[in-house]
């Protein structure tokens, strides 16, 4: 249907006759044309659906860990909570998923994010945009705490930061973009505080500095903190305690070699 109405405003803009496949149905075809505004002409997929309202209204982030978290889990909460405009971090206690999710609904948070860790080591994030998803899952590897950096880090401002997104080119990698970037707000044009994406080989370097101008073609970099690598292994079409939910992107590793074996 949607190519047989771009055939038709085709004609009509160009002035030349109608192609004869639609000449049946073109009262039909002419009459939802004229109903439709620059949402509704072209057509829209789930992805359109959930991040439709982004940069219309500021994002709201909770941030949680996993039950019983570490002091060192703690304090990687803390830091992630820092980096997120906007964002509250809350005691997870003995709340379940379902439980957890449904207050945050209630209290119309936009994502949740989700700290994991094995003994002590962050090495998990799961993103689960609010309220009918998509989730995100990551595996967190070299995770270097503010206290951790070599020299010490700068301090952290509050500014919203300028976002980039290097290496998402790929239709899932612009799919993982949108859902990193949208956990941030729009900042202003004069901000000096920048987080950084990086995709390379499916490895997301995530990196957080304030930069200042030291003369007017020199720039000098602080690191802020903290820094780690993500790898997506999942997202998932619904929320977190869906388990049912489809899953749009799933990581097989061996999946190559298996005809090998």
């Known amino acids: 249907v949607y190519e047989q109405k771009r055939l038709v405003r085709q004609s009509l803009a160009s002035g030349k006759p ?47 860990t996993s039950r019983d978290p570490s002091s060192r889990l703690k304090q990687f909460a803390k830091e992630v909570k820092l980096l997120i405009p906007n964002s509250v971090r809350i005691n997870r206690g003995n709340n379940r998923t379902d439980d957890l999710l449904d207050a945050c609904r209630q209290q119309e948070f936009s994502d949740i994010v ?5 003994r002590g080591k962050p ?5 689960c945009h609010l309220p009918m998803g998509p989730t995100a899952f990551f595996s967190i590897s070299n995770a270097v705490l503010r206290h ?12 919203y930061p300028h976002i980039i997104l290097d290496g998402f080119r790929s239709q899932l990698g612009v799919r993982v973009g949108n859902i990193l970037k ?32 030291v003369k007017h073609d020199e720039v000098a970099l602080h690191e802020v ?37």
């Open 123 to 127: 090495d998990g994030l799961v993103i």
């Open 225 to 261: 903190g903290p820094r780690f690598e993500l790898k997506l292994y999942q997202i998932r079409l619904g929320t977190l305690e869906q388990k049912e939910a489809e899953d749009e992107y799933v990581l097989r590793p061996y999946q190559n070699t298996a005809k090998k074996r």
């Open 148 to 159: 951790d950096l070599e020299g010490g880090a700068a301090p952290m401002s509050e500014a």
């Open 18 to 64: 109608l192609p004869t496949e639609v000449r049946a149905s073109y009262d039909t075809l002419k009459q939802e044309i004229d109903q439709e505004d620059s949402k509704t002409s072209t057509p829209h997929s789930h992805v359109d659906d959930e991040y439709g309202d982004a940069g219309l209204a500021e994002p709201r982030v909770c941030v949680t």
């Open 182 to 213: 949208c956990l941030f707000p729009i900042p202003k044009a004069d901000t000096k505080r920048v987080v950084t994406f990086c995709n390379q080989g499916d490895y997301i370097s995530f990196r957080h500095h304030m930069y200042s101008k």
């Open 114 to 118: 989700l700290v994991q860790e094995t």
